[in-house]
């Protein structure tokens, strides 16, 4: 089993569409958790970090972490053909190792 | 936000030789570096993590004799793929982790090796 899930889709959506982005993980020992953004044949930008549960809003991003089920979601709201990429989450046990742990990635294309 | 370089973007090869790729922290100095590898359409698999002044780290699996890391100064690691074989052939992709509250690691744009 790997350490974190995700499915790489494709996932095709109409332009202002909520889109729904999920992980799931497996070692409870993880706490920081990561949204990556990929833009074709480039690398990958951080959009949003979680410590720990809870919830996170950056703009039309919000970041959802659930510890008890070990999973979390990144919700995109009023989604762009800009938004298209592969989304790729990550997770790490503590701060100060630095060590990703990133899920394959979920490609996706918002069509206008 | 900080700025990672590689060099170079892509780079293609006959099989036997050795390729040398950069990678530089433009605007901050980095004591660790990253090196990953992306096959198409997979995750990011982390090879190894470099530090200044120190033998890299490696991960299970991945031959330190053939992915030659050194990172000798605070703002260029550089990641040598020794007798390149077809195999070897994917996207590397570099970080440098900017020191802080969170240890951001932030990502180079990556250099397609491609080895013929």
């Known amino acids: 089993q790997k350490e974190v899930e995700q499915d790489p889709g494709p996932l095709s959506v109409p332009e202002g569409a909520i889109v729904s982005l999920n992980c799931t993980y497996s070692?409870?020992?993880?706490?920081?958790f990561m949204w990556y953004r990929q833009y074709s044949r480039k690398g990958p930008e951080l959009l949003m970090y979680?410590?720990?549960?809870g919830n996170k809003e950056d703009g039309r991003f919000t970041a959802q972490v659930d510890k008890s089920s070990k999973y979390i979601s990144l919700f995109i709201r009023d989604s762009q053909p800009s938004d298209s990429a592969t989304y790729l989450c990550?997770?790490?046990?503590?701060?100060?190792?630095?060590?990703?742990?990133f899920g394959q990635g979920t490609e996706l294309s918002v069509k206008p | 936000g900080a700025v990672v370089s590689q060099h170079p973007s892509r780079v293609i090869c006959k099989s036997g030789t050795s390729v040398k790729i950069e990678c530089r922290s433009l605007?901050?100095?980095?004591?660790?570096m990253f090196w990953y590898r992306q096959f198409p359409k997979k995750s990011l698999m982390l090879m190894a993590t470099?530090?200044?002044?120190?033998?890299?780290?490696?991960e299970q699996g991945v031959e330190k004799d053939k992915f030659l890391i050194n990172h000798a100064s605070l703002t260029l690691s550089t990641l040598t793929v020794t007798s390149a074989h077809p195999e070897d052939s994917s996207f590397y992709i570099c970080?440098?982790?900017?020191?802080?509250?969170?240890?951001?690691?932030?990502f180079g744009p990556g250099t397609r090796l491609t080895v013929l």
């Open positions: 990550a997770m790490k046990r503590g701060n100060q190792g630095g060590k990703l742990i």
């Open positions: 979680t410590y720990s549960s």
């Open positions: 470099s530090n200044e002044g120190s033998k890299a780290t490696y």
């Open positions: 970080s440098a982790k900017l020191a802080g509250v969170f240890n951001e690691q932030f």
């Open positions: 070692n409870s020992a993880f706490q920081y």
């Open positions: 605007d901050f100095q980095a004591t660790t």
